[in-house]
């Protein structure tokens, strides 16, 4: 696949921290771009990656940018998602983080995050890295690959502070699947913040101003 394309938006004052989120099915990286301005983190560093082409076949094969294949709208199914797409998109993830490291910025200054199919993979990565992460911000996603997360998951971010944002009407990732994520990770220690919204598969302001606050206290601590 070679290396990802991204989206960078560099910090105001000097660099001290890095975000590195993830967009969503058929979506780009310039997704939450505008949404920079309104996180008041002015030492981080915002790296929007864009997903590789791929063919989705829950949208008749048709190619768009997309982290893995999606191969049933079925939530029940054990092949839903398609294992080898997304392992190597995990691995573009940890190439992405590790330029992070080399530009200076310590993995736990790091915070990783993505929205919906991002999010899933945001937190598959996140929690089988083998360095320790500030935190990862997991909005209206769930866990991929979650009956291969105890054999590989990393200790050290089992005790990574994990942010969960997720809508309450969210007809295309349900609420439960974030729950079930949350429950899982709760589970392996992690400290969790779970915060539901009355949306649906979105990000609103409210859900915007905890970020913020999450951000900074976790960065600026």
């Keep these: 696949m070679g290396g990802l394309q991204t989206v960078i938006v560099e910090p105001e004052m000097e660099h001290t ?34 997903a590789p082409i791929m063919g989705v076949t829950i949208n008749m094969g048709m190619e768009m940018p997309a982290w893995y294949d999606i191969k049933t709208l079925d939530w029940e199914s054990p092949d839903r998602e398609d294992e080898t797409s997304i392992r190597s998109s995990a691995k573009l993830i940890v190439e992405l983080l590790e330029q992070e490291h ?63 944002g997720h809508g309450v009407y969210d007809d295309m990732v349900p609420v439960m699947m974030g729950r079930a994520a949350l429950e899982s990770m ?24 905890r970020i913020k606050e999450w951000l900074n206290d976790l960065l600026n601590d």
């Design 17 to 50: 921290s890095t975000v590195v989120w993830l967009h969503g099915l058929g979506a780009s990286g310039h997704d939450f771009e505008p949404v920079v301005p309104m996180l008041e983190c002015p030492n981080t560093r915002f790296v929007f990656p864009h």
């Design 102 to 164: 080399e530009r200076g910025i310590e993995y736990e200054n790091i915070v990783l995050a993505g929205f919906s199919q991002g999010g899933a993979l945001a937190l598959h990565v996140g929690s089988r890295l083998q360095k320790k992460l500030a935190g990862m911000m997991i909005l209206s996603a769930y866990q991929v690959l979650a009956d291969t997360y105890d054999e590989e998951a990393s200790d050290a971010n089992r005790e990574t502070p994990i942010f969960f």
């Design 186 to 209: 709760v589970e392996a220690g992690n400290p969790c913040e779970w915060n539901g919204y009355r949306m649906g598969h979105e990000v609103i302001m409210d859900e915007l101003i």
